[in-house]
């Protein structure tokens, strides 16, 4: 499984980083004009493009397969906003001027349209994806959203294609981009910097990683937004550097769209892993129960089962109580097998006295981690065999035991 190693602090060094290497390019611009070679933008420009659509449909597809299991309004919208911008960013990338024939011929205005139309459904949905409530949804409706989806994609290519010239103009090729292109990428800007805020306010409520990495692609995306209201020439470096800017802004998408989905999974397991542990405790004819260390105490954190009620007890009366307070006189050396698997992190079984009980007790340590250890123990009263004479064998670890309490002294 894919790890992550962003924390808070690299994410500042991104949003540092990327915000000093847009200043340095405007800085250094004439420089790096005359090192940039235009003959190789078309083929660059592709290969960032793709890089964008192969992901747009890697999350459309990973949505798909998740609503299967989880009918939830923001998988749905998060899917089918990502196939519609894909598939509206691979007609920007087979019109972009400099491509070979695309039903009609590849230009400035056609490229230039289809890209700030994907972009406005994009901020535009994924703002809505941050605002609304997510929800379940009560029937599958995948297949009447995709058929809707296509059918929008098809109008908006249709319209793109044939009605070019009547389409307002939204680039001046060596003059630069129009006030209407500007204002469409401002108030895409808008949207996106409301979508790094709401990210980042999210993230501070819930600590998921997966807001972080939706903030930090915001982030990319509304720096790639300013570029492309100041460039020249669709050729010129400002261009090729907001196509940079975005494919970054993507691949932090992608990891974001990843993690949420990992962790959805994971709790959805967790939880049903905790709800039948938590059935097999109350029903064990034992006890069933975990501690772990404070300070220089042992704590309970779960105490439960048949036994329990048995000795007078209840699970509200041991959970966050000192292990020690239930011990005394020759019943506190039970504590040495308790300090024994904390320390070593050994799965161990001894017989021990406990309120005129004889019982066996196995403890295993849960984690490997020692800021989240825990042990789990499981108590079995075995008086029944005691009294019919059948006195049980000591297990193997009292010896180790003795030697572990000797060696603390």
């Known amino acids: 499984m894919m790890r992550s190693t962003l924390t808070e602090g690299k994410f500042l060094f991104y949003i540092i980083g990327a915000t000093l290497l847009l200043m340095l390019i405007h800085i250094y611009h004439p420089q790096l004009a005359m090192l940039y070679d235009r003959t190789n933008y078309v083929s660059f420009h592709t290969l960032l493009e793709f890089f964008s659509i192969v992901i747009s449909m890697a999350i459309f597809l990973n949505g798909w397969k998740r609503l299967e299991k989880e009918r939830t309004r923001r998988i749905l919208f998060i899917s089918l906003t990502f196939f519609i911008v894909g598939m509206v960013d ?11 024939y695309f039903i009609t011929p590849s230009s400035v205005e056609k490229a230039t349209w289809a890209w700030v139309i994907a972009r406005i459904l994009e901020s535009v949905f994924m703002l809505m994806v941050l605002l609304l409530p997510d929800k379940k949804l009560k029937k599958d409706y995948r297949t009447a959203a995709l058929l809707f989806s296509a059918f929008f994609v098809v109008v908006a290519v249709f319209l793109i294609i044939f009605y070019e010239k009547r389409l307002p103009m939204l680039v001046i090729e060596g003059k630069g981009t129009t006030l209407i292109k ?6 895409v800007s808008f949207m996106q910097f409301l979508s790094i805020i709401i990210s980042l306010y999210q993230y ?27 460039y020249l020439s669709i050729f010129d470096i400002d261009n090729f550097s907001g196509h940079l800017f975005k494919m ?49 105490h042992f704590v ?19 959970v966050g109580k000192d292990v020690a307070g239930f011990f005394s006189g020759k019943e506190s050396n039970i504590l040495d097998f308790y300090q024994f698997a904390w320390e070593t992190r050994e799965r161990i079984t001894f017989n021990a006295r406990w309120r005129n009980k004889s019982i066996v007790i196995s403890l295993m340590p849960l984690f490997e981690e020692r800021n989240k250890s825990e042990v789990m123990g499981v108590v079995t009263d075995i008086s ?14 009292v010896i180790e035991i003795l030697r572990f309490r000797q060696g603390n002294k």
Do not use: R
């Open 204 to 230: 501070y409520l819930k600590k998921k990683l997966s807001e972080l990495y939706v903030a930090l692609a915001f982030t990319f995306l509304f720096l790639s937004e300013l570029n492309f209201t100041i």
């Open 384 to 397: 029944d065999i005691v009294q019919t004479g059948q006195e049980p064998k000591p297990y193997p670890p």
């Open 90 to 100: 691979l007609l920007h990338t087979l019109s972009f001027k400099g491509m070979p």
């Open 300 to 318: 309970y954190t779960y105490c439960d089962g048949d036994l329990l009620y048995q000795m007078g007890y209840s699970p509200s009366e041991m």
């Open 248 to 296: 970054v802004g993507y691949y932090f998408i992608l990891k974001g769209i990843y993690f949420s989905s990992s962790n959805d999974t994971e709790e959805i397991m967790e939880e049903d892993i905790s709800n039948k542990i938590e059935a097999v405790m109350i029903e064990h004819p034992g006890i069933l129960f975990k501690f772990k260390k404070i300070g220089d």
């Open 182 to 187: 500007n204002g469409i990428e401002y108030a």
